[in-house]
């Protein structure tokens, strides 16, 4: 492969990585309204197994400390309740509201290295995230319209993930990436199945379809990501990444009667900013503490 086109295949690639998040945001709104979000997210993870397939030998084979072990525990624990939490946001409040509050991740991840990791927060890294915070204010508008559970359950999904993503850092060190998005498939589905177990109700093969279509977009998304990390530095890629929410507002207003919310647009402007400084600050002391837009995806 020619290296002077690297950069555009990193840039196609992402246009992929979130045409491919679009479609798992699309296919949860409209084919998981009848199923409870445990249930729902335990199915996408449960069918999702089957693309692990081709490492199951090497993940059965291989041998780690228990230290790990309960690490990569914990980690599918914390990203299955963010799972659930953002499977039933999905299906209260409209898909750009959702988008807008997932790119809060990387902040969380942010405030949660200071707090757990001792990292040091610089006076501009802390203005971006009162930024985003600010953003945050923006989209919702408490005391102007009444917040929803859905909101609410997005605020605590972004913090999910984030834990989820401080967890992963250490075992990312030690670890092939297969192993680690493999042990989080494995380790998410467990976590998911006594919440989905709670409230089980029979799906049909409808529901079951559907949420076989959300796991081939989703592995699609994770596989166009990394091959778009690959082929490109984080300062191309990222921008692209951004896309997500001009899809999330026309897939929205054009299939699900949605209208587009000049103040979630704002506010989705706001954080979208926030987060751009933060990864470019990192980029520029050469260090990787926060997620990209598009790694804490489901």
Partial sequence: MDTANRP?????WMVA???CFIAVTATV???AQDLPAAQAAFLRYLLGLVFILPVARSLLAARMPWRDVGLFGLRGLVHALAVILWFYAMTQIPIAEVTAMNYL?????????????GERLALRRILAVVAALVGVIIILRPGFREIETGHLAMLFTAMLFGASYLTAKPLAGRHSAAMVVAMLS???????APFAWAVWVPPTWGDVGWMFVVALFATGGHYAMTRAFAAAPVSVTQP????QMVWAVLLGWAVFDEPPDIYVILGAAIIIAAVSFIAWREARLRRQ?????????T
């Fill in 8 to 12: 555009l295949h990193g840039i196609m």
């Fill in 17 to 19: 990585t979130g045409l």
């Fill in 29 to 31: 709104k409209h084919g």
């Fill in 105 to 117: 991740n990387p902040v969380y991840v942010t405030i949660g290295a200071a707090l757990l990791l």
């Fill in 186 to 192: 494995v380790t998410v589905t467990i976590g998911l």
């Fill in 240 to 243: 692209v990444a951004f896309l």
């Fill in 289 to 297: 503490v926060t997620p990209h837009a598009v790694a804490t995806k």
